[in-house]
């Protein structure tokens, strides 16, 4: 884009009234990178921001407490809550297989509605997939998605 003298002057008279990149741009109709690096190049002062005060009568109101659940300590670190949330929702056991199908399913047999699960070694005659039916949107069974999306 070339920036014409008119899109200049409205690039600084917005970027002095305290309109952030964003909106400039928006207004513009450019990217809001395009606009701060016109900034930069311009050399424009640093604006001055749009600061919301309160009143000097307002109370001020204190930001709601965060809780932890009750089987944490409070002492615990970020990964050992991370590894706790996980352990809690984490189910028991992947729910039962059904019953194989007759013909074992190869790559030449998959369909949409059938398991991709690899059973077996790619390398080995016998090697194939679950085949198992499973839902719509998904590649495997509920049992083997238990085990892949733990």
């Known amino acids: 884009m070339t920036w014409t003298d008119a899109c200049v002057e409205t690039l600084t008279n917005l970027w ?39 009143r000097s009568g307002a109370p001020r109101q204190k930001p709601p407490a965060k809780t932890q659940p009750r089987t944490l300590r409070s002492r615990s670190s970020p990964r050992q809550v991370a590894k706790a949330r996980v352990r809690q929702r984490r189910p028991a056991a992947p729910p039962e297989l059904g019953a194989a199908p007759a013909i074992p399913v190869t790559v030449l047999t998959l369909t949409p509605v059938t398991c991709n699960w690899p059973e077996g070694d790619p390398k080995l005659a016998g090697f194939h997939f679950c085949g198992r039916e499973k839902p719509p949107y998904t590649a495997y069974c509920p049992h083997h998605a238990a085990i892949a999306y733990r």
């Open 16 to 54: 002095q009234s305290g309109y952030s990149g964003s909106l400039i741009g928006v207004e513009l109709g450019l990217t809001r990178s395009a606009v701060i690096g016109k900034v930069q190049r311009l050399k424009l002062p640093s604006r001055t921001t749009l600061v919301f005060r309160r």
